[in-house]
């Protein structure tokens, strides 16, 4: 082969890498990904686990999924301390704790979100379904706290492509965790919570507890971690403040 065959297919080559390079493979699965920004509709794959890791923030979470309970232990330390926290209630809870659902909306470090309405797996139902689950809840939860939960969890942690494309078209923005505390099982003793979430709280961390009853020594544990975590020159803040984008440092002119 001489040498400007040679040259030819090499030229040939390398404008094929060129736009094989522009092509994206498809979304197959929801991608977890952290956030920089409020997400928009037309980032469909997206969905969010934890803010920024440049700066010191975390939030603590606690979902209420439809059992008859409410921790109110829980939200002693919570307000004892002042620390903000984000509460994912299901509709089928807010019903059947209405006091306590205006109660938490009423402070103003506290922040409320949606985990549907009967707490299915997101996985396993239709489109239909969803937007019954979501909608009904949107309803009870804008009654009786005054505001629209613009934040939404799926229950189990459970969803697939569609189910996150569908939470933004219905105008929320769906939020999990990095850090699982393990307190629905009783095995976990205070002790052991504070221990794991001690462990894997970094910058930008989504931390997931319950206070729905089914947190069985959450309450027993927070203050340890509140105050460890404190220690650390760790802020707590809710879900959509650890969401906001971080400011711009422009330079100021020279005198």
Known sequence: MNRSI????????????????????????????????????TATAVVITHGLRTAPQIALTFDACPAVGFDKGIIHVLTETQ???????????????????????????????????????FTAISIKRMDDEVSRTQTLLTS?????????????????????????????????WDVVSGDPSKAMTARL???????????????????????WHSAEALPTIIADL???GFQFVTVSDLLKPAPIDVPRPAP
Request: proline residues 8%; glycine residues 6%.
């Open 83 to 121: 620390t903000p926290a984000t509460f994912f209630l299901s509709g089928r809870w807010a019903q059947t704790h209405i006091s306590a659902t205006e109660y938490l909306a009423s402070i103003p470090y506290f922040e409320i979100g949606e985990h549907s309405w009967s707490h299915p797996r």
């Open 230 to 232: 404190k220690a650390h």
């Open 144 to 176: 009786l706290t005054g505001h629209a939960p613009t934040l939404f969890r799926y229950p189990y942690g459970a969803y697939a492509p569609r189910a996150v494309q569908e939470i933004y078209r219905l105008g929320l923005t769906p939020i999990q």
């Open 193 to 215: 919570i504070e221990r794991r979430v001690l462990s894997q709280t970094l910058n930008g961390s989504i931390i997931i507890m319950h206070v729905n009853g089914r947190g």
């Open 6 to 41: 040679r040259l030819a297919i090499c030229i040939a080559a390398l404008a094929l890498l060129g736009v094989m390079s522009l092509v994206q493979a498809p979304v197959t699965q929801a991608q977890r990904l952290p956030a920089t920004a409020t997400p928009t509709p």
